[in-house]
T-cell receptor, first 109, second 118 residues
């Protein structure tokens, strides 16, 4: 399985701030991209898919840069509840998902 | 069921013993995955099932690990002669396969089975 790399952090961010982090992938044949969120000692849960044109879901914006082979996640007006580990997921084919090791985000009051 | 169910939630065993971990996927989900997550680490892919067959077993770390799925539903991950390095959370996920190469599947995870090998 091809590598997916993320900055492990932690990113310490004050509540209300905007934070962004990237994920790079090595396989140019990758076709599908996702961000998952994992809370401490919990299972990962889908946060959002990442589409080629970029997409937004409330305070969250995901973007894909195929030329440079990275995806990004931007969180606006961060909340304490956004504290979690964010996992980048890349798929070369329908069933072959590779998870990054995650970026740890801490929102501080 | 409403979600992916895994059992046991916690298992403590002695080195050298065999363990079985069970996953009951969401009803109707044809794809089932096993991942392993060690403390503070990312998810390590183990094996993937489509129906009862396993097209990708590339992640199984050794021949002590095996998995099967019956009736296109429940899956069992078996670890023989457990070692201390097998200690981890074993996560199962399922998805409904909607297409081939046009789009990957969204996974729904179970809460995991935490294995501790003494």
């Amino acid at each position: 399985r091809k590598e997916v790399e993320q900055d492990p952090g932690p990113f310490n961010v004050p509540e209300g701030a905007t934070v962004a982090f990237n994920c790079t992938y090595s396989n140019s044949a990758s076709q599908s991209f996702f961000w998952y969120r994992q809370d401490c000692r919990k299972e990962p849960k889908l946060l959002m898919s990442v589409y080629s044109s970029g997409n937004e879901d409330g305070r969250f914006t995901a973007q894909l840069n195929r030329a440079s082979q990275y995806i990004s996640l931007l969180i606006r007006d961060s909340k304490l509840s956004d504290s979690a580990t964010y996992l980048c997921v890349v798929a070369v084919y329908a069933d072959g998902l590779t998870f990054g090791k995650g970026t740890h985000l801490i929102i501080q009051p | 069921g409403a979600g992916v169910s895994q059992s046991p939630s916690n298992k403590v065993t002695e080195k050298g013993k065999d363990v079985e971990l069970r996953c009951d996927p969401i009803s109707g989900h044809t794809a089932l995955y096993w991942y392993r997550q060690s403390l503070g680490q990312g998810l390590e892919f183990l094996i993937y099932f489509q129906g009862n067959s396993a097209p990708d077993k590339s992640g199984l770390p050794s021949d002590r690990f095996s998995a099967e799925r019956t009736g296109g539903s429940v899956s069992t991950l078996t670890i023989q002669r457990t070692q201390q390095e097998d200690s981890a959370v074993y996560l199962c996920a399922s998805s409904s396969r909607t297409s081939g190469r046009s789009g990957a599947n969204v996974l729904t995870f179970g809460a995991g089975s935490r294995l501790t090998v003494l």
